[in-house]
């Protein structure tokens, strides 16, 4: 095997490194990659937009921006050693701590010296006559490998809002997912934010201390709970250590890898005293209780989430003390937990400031234009110091089609994906040779490093299988394609969130093409996907053709 380690950063144009197996992305799948690649003796090689490890912690340096998964869930279980070491800090770990975990990983198992940062793959190409891909960067250096691993992260593609005069604002403009590398100072400054999900949600509370005047424009309303976060006490964290084996046990019984499971109990069910006595319970618990750990009906039942979203509108009214405000930022038209919610802390009182405006850009006052000054409105100028796009992200396949993908025939992704995606398990496309995915559309999510690890186990275990009996070619059989896309359509359908628009049903207004819903994601019970991994694998991956 040839020996990557002396290569350079840059190569030279007309150099063409062979590998066999190129990685896109050194986020939390790529480093996990990278790792069971080596296990398996292969050569490798990750290619990274950012200059340094992390992915989504490293472009996402957002004010208040954090976990919404509990720290001691969220990282790696590989190995012992790396949980035993590792202290988290909070509850629920804020992003530099987060990215400095990740380069923790990276540097306790030398990944570096397979990656090579500052560059974006702009396309690759599946070569069928030599059996392999040619990846392309935007430098133009180029790299061929038997197989090409896409690590691109679900919410990695960013979108900024399709306002006219967007480019002409004259101070600075930022989106949360290309935040700058050393702190904002919005001391004494006029800010406004287009934009209520959740990166919004998280930063809000945060810009609202140290702005002159905050100003909210919102589209939208977005459901949210609050996080509880906490510091982690040293005896805190001994105790967990303790008990990872158990707790990552538990995780993998639950639906989405999480420590919270549903109530077994239908929402009417229960009589309304205890039903309200029970979400004021949960409501004051810490993560995703209120949405993971409520009674089992309320994502499918109308009646059901009708009653709960009238219980979280009311905690809205108690904490926002204008009536008006606080019926602004209660959605009415889509119900609690039908779009991910996101957890925050402090997002509502943040209204109660005397330097935070709220500004209604659906009912009200609808955006013209943005101005060299700031935001113009149907009703009047404001005037900006620094503007913030908080508009989300192209979710699940936005990344995939901003690079020029072609496989079988020339086929481009984007063009086979157009009415929506088929994959078998969300890990490979059909007429995409040796192309193995990580949390591609229609695979299983909810905690990522946990659905991460079991992703990249199953790839590197059908890597190892190939291997065993020289193989050097795989790709889905189509009737496994049908037959997994059916069962996600189908896993889909009794959900309240299929209904909604939302980057989970693949519609963005701000992304032309996106205003059809399709299913993104796979989902059902997510340990319904393990066992279903788990009885292919054993039955010797019958689901592929080999060659």
Known sequence: MPDTHVLVERQNQDQVAHYDAIVIGAGISGIFM?????????????????????????????????????????????????????????????????????????????????????????????????????????????????????????????TLPAIPGRDSFHGPAYHPARWPHTPVDFTGKRVGIIGTGATAIQAIPEIAKQAKQLTVFQRRPNWAAPLHNAKISKEEMDAIKSRYEEIYAHCARTPSWFIHEADPRKTLDVPPEEREAFWEKRYSEPGFGIWMGNFRDILIDEDANTAVSAFIAKKIRQRVKDPAVAEKLIPKDHGFGSRRVPLESGYFEAYNRDNVLLVDVIH???????????????????????????????????????????????VRLKDAWMDGPRTYLGMLSEGFPNMLMVLGPHTARGNIPQAIEHSVGFQTGMLRFMQEHNFTHVETRPEAVDDWTQTVIKAAEPLLSSKVDS?????????????????LGYNGNGVHFRRTTDAVAKGAYKEFVFR
């Open 34 to 158: 990278l790792y069971r690649l080596r296990e398996l003796g292969m050569t490798a090689r990750v290619f990274e937009a950012g200059t340094n490890v992390g992915g989504t912690w490293y472009w996402n340096r957002y004010p208040g921006a954090r976990f919404d998964s509990e720290s001691w869930t969220y990282g790696y279980s590989f190995s012992k050693e790396l949980m035993q070491e590792w202290d988290w800090k909070e509850h629920f770990s804020p992003q530099p701590d987060t990215l400095d975990y990740l380069n923790h990983v990276a540097d306790k198992f030398d990944l570096r010296r397979d990656m090579q940062f500052g560059s974006t793959v702009t396309s690759a190409h599946w070569d069928e006559a030599a059996n392999q891909w040619t990846v392309t960067l935007d430098s133009g250096q180029q790299a061929t490998s038997r197989f090409l691993m896409t690590a691109v992260g679900i919410l990695s593609a960013h």
């Open 364 to 410: 009200d006052q609808p955006i013209e234009c943005i101005t060299p000054k700031g935001v113009r409105t149907a009703k009047q100028d404001y005037e900006f110091d620094i503007l913030i796009y908080a508009t989300g992200f192209d979710g699940v396949t936005g990344a995939f089609d901003r690079i020029d993908i072609r496989g079988t025939n020339g």
């Open 503 to 519: 980057w989970q049903t693949g519609v963005n207004r701000n992304v032309e093409g996106r205003t059809v819903r399709r299913v």
